[in-house]
């Protein structure tokens, strides 16, 4: 097994994590409602994604 020679600074450490970011979710306005939803994805309140409709909503 391989093992370190020497320890890796903090600082080293976190350069290297610098890219592990949390980012925000792409959201759009529905065309057909006008609700918020999520980009690529079929609108939860009305069922509408591309101008068709995907699936009816329950109440």
Not at 1 to 17: E, F, G, L, V
Not at 30 to 58: I, Q, W
Request: glycine content about 6%; proline content about 7%.
């Amino acid at each position: 097994m391989a093992h370190p020679k020497r320890k890796i600074s903090k600082t080293r450490r976190d350069k290297r994590r610098t890219h592990y970011k949390a980012t925000a979710p792409g959201i759009a306005t529905c065309a057909n409602c006008g609700d918020t939803k999520l980009s690529h994805r079929a609108c939860p309140s009305c069922g509408y994604y591309a101008g068709r409709s995907m699936f009816v909503p329950e109440s």
